[in-house]
């Protein structure tokens, strides 16, 4: 079928994006979905630092490539073997598919799967090869298994779950890489537990996700930390105790958390900002890295100071997650008023307005964009 999707082909583009436009929303060839795989409509898709990091040559990827990872939409047909997912349903996609058999999926890791890390790496979808085609035949690279700034995307079954119909899209999209890593580093990785101490360096939208997750765990205090005021003070409707700047986060702990808190955890993809996490933390505490640095940074620590205070230093992938089962945990307390997700939607945009989102997106003036298609 013909679709439209953005599609970039080179990476490095001069900002401001919207008037360079490194995203060009092309008509593609999109193939049938195959054994295993899923035609899926998308009724939104969230904007994303790793969507940003791409185009600006932070993380290498393939191109032309179909961008998008965070998505939303309607099941239009399916693969021969699916049988659990019918059309109709609604569905969010997430942006690691997996395997089902190596020792990791089998363990409950399935973020960790080899076999679908390299098929992102490749720009494939986890079953192999693209779907994805122009007029004239030159294959385009899927974004994560799931190039969503587009009317319509295959993606594999592992790559979504099945949600009530009745959340918005601009909502339900959310949880497929925002909510899931945030919510997922703080209860997976990080284990909080009621009335441990919380901060949380960087409030875009997987930071934010983690300040409302930590909320729920019962973090106490819980500060949120970042050079936005106003993402600030998002964060403080999202229960936030305290929040400030960095240049203000020493007197802030002195005064609420002395000596250090039990859980930092960076969010920006930093590794000057990691460094600064980990001396917040307290003796016996968890530092946890969240955010995808550039691939040659590198963070040095003090070895003595690691042992002889028994510091934990863990890094958190899509929030070492397992998404059939968290999304629904997560829509359930969405529900339930206690993870008020509606909240980090801080714009919607058509998909034309795609590089504008990026030049907002870097300038931090957005915690989540999301895109809406408009397809047929």
């Given at each position: 079928?013909?679709?439209?999707?953005?599609?970039?082909?080179?990476?490095?583009?001069?900002?401001?994006?919207?008037?360079?436009?490194?995203?060009?929303?092309?008509?593609?060839?999109?193939?049938?979905?195959?054994?295993?795989?899923?035609?899926?409509?998308?009724?939104?898709?969230?904007?994303?630092?790793?969507?940003?990091?791409?185009?600006?040559?932070?993380?290498?990827?393939?191109?032309?490539?179909?961008?998008?990872?965070?998505?939303?939409?309607?099941?239009?047909?399916?693969?021969?073997?699916?049988?659990?997912?019918?059309?109709?349903?609604?569905?969010?996609?997430?942006?690691?598919?997996?395997?089902?058999?190596?020792?990791?999926?089998?363990?409950?890791?399935?973020?960790?799967?080899?076999?679908?890390?390299?098929?992102?790496?490749?720009?494939?979808?986890?079953?192999?090869?693209?779907?994805?085609?122009?007029?004239?035949?030159?294959?385009?690279?899927?974004?994560?298994?799931?190039?969503?700034?587009?009317?319509?995307?295959?993606?594999?079954?592992?790559?979504?779950?099945?949600?009530?119909?009745?959340?918005?899209?601009?909502t339900a999209a959310?949880?497929?890489?925002?909510?899931?890593?945030?919510?997922?580093?703080?209860?997976?990785?990080?284990?909080?537990?009621?009335?441990?101490?919380?901060?949380?360096?960087?409030?875009?939208?997987?930071?934010?996700?983690?300040?409302?997750?930590?909320?729920?765990?019962?973090?106490?205090?819980?500060?949120?930390?970042?050079?936005?005021p106003a993402k600030?003070?998002?964060?403080?409707?999202?229960?936030?105790?305290?929040?400030?700047?960095?240049?203000?986060?020493?007197?802030?702990?002195?005064?609420?958390?002395?000596?250090?808190?039990?859980?930092?955890?960076?969010?920006?993809?930093?590794?000057?900002?990691?460094?600064?996490?980990?001396?917040?933390?307290?003796?016996?505490?968890?530092?946890?890295?969240?955010?995808?640095?550039?691939?040659?940074?590198?963070?040095?620590?003090?070895?003595?100071?690691?042992?002889?205070?028994?510091?934990?230093?863990?890094?958190?992938?899509?929030?070492?997650?397992?998404?059939?089962?968290?999304?629904?945990?997560?829509?359930?307390?969405?529900?339930?008023?206690?993870?008020?997700?509606?909240?980090?939607?801080?714009?919607?945009?058509?998909?034309?307005?795609?590089?504008?989102?990026?030049?907002?997106?870097?300038?931090?003036?957005?915690?989540?964009?999301?895109?809406?298609?408009?397809?047929?």
């Open positions: 079928m013909r679709i439209r999707a953005a599609v970039l082909r080179e990476v490095g583009a001069e900002r401001p994006y919207a008037g360079s436009a490194p995203m060009v929303l092309e008509e593609l060839e999109l193939q049938d979905p195959g054994p295993g795989e899923v035609l899926v409509r998308i009724t939104a898709a969230g904007v994303c630092h790793s969507d940003l990091s791409v185009i600006d040559g932070n993380r290498i990827r393939p191109l032309p490539m179909a961008l998008g990872h965070e998505a939303a939409g309607t099941v239009v047909d399916t693969g021969p073997g699916v049988a659990d997912v019918v059309p109709g349903d609604q569905v969010v996609l997430v942006y690691v598919p997996s395997c089902g058999h190596c020792r990791y999926c089998s363990s409950g890791r399935p973020a960790l799967c080899p076999d679908a890390a390299a098929a992102n790496g490749r720009g494939d979808l986890v079953r192999g090869g693209s779907r994805l085609r122009t007029p004239d035949g030159e294959e385009v690279r899927h974004h994560l298994g799931v190039s969503g700034f587009a009317d319509h995307a295959v993606v594999d079954r592992t790559s979504l779950v099945v949600i009530d119909k009745d959340i918005e899209p601009g959310l949880f497929g890489c925002a909510m899931l890593t945030g919510f997922g580093a703080v209860m997976h990785t990080a284990h909080v537990r009621p009335g441990e101490s919380v901060a949380v360096f960087g409030l875009g939208g997987v930071g934010q996700a983690a300040v409302m997750s930590a909320a729920v765990a019962g973090a106490h205090p819980l500060i949120a930390v970042d050079p936005v600030q003070q998002l964060a403080l409707e999202l229960g936030a105790t305290h929040a400030c700047s960095p240049d203000e986060l020493a007197e802030v702990l002195a005064a609420h958390s002395p000596g250090g808190v039990d859980v930092a955890l960076e969010v920006v993809g930093s590794a000057a900002v990691l460094r600064g996490a980990y001396d917040a933390t307290a003796r016996g505490g968890r530092t946890v890295s969240v955010g995808l640095p550039h691939p040659d940074a590198e963070v040095s620590l003090p070895a003595m100071n690691l042992v002889a205070e028994n510091r934990s230093v863990l890094g958190s992938y899509m929030g070492s997650s397992q998404p059939q089962q968290d999304i629904p945990a997560m829509i359930a307390l969405w529900r339930a008023g206690r993870l008020p997700v509606h909240k980090l939607a801080t714009a919607e945009l058509p998909l034309d307005e795609i590089n504008t989102a990026m030049d907002n997106l870097a300038d931090g003036k957005a915690v989540r964009q999301v895109l809406l298609p408009a397809a047929p």
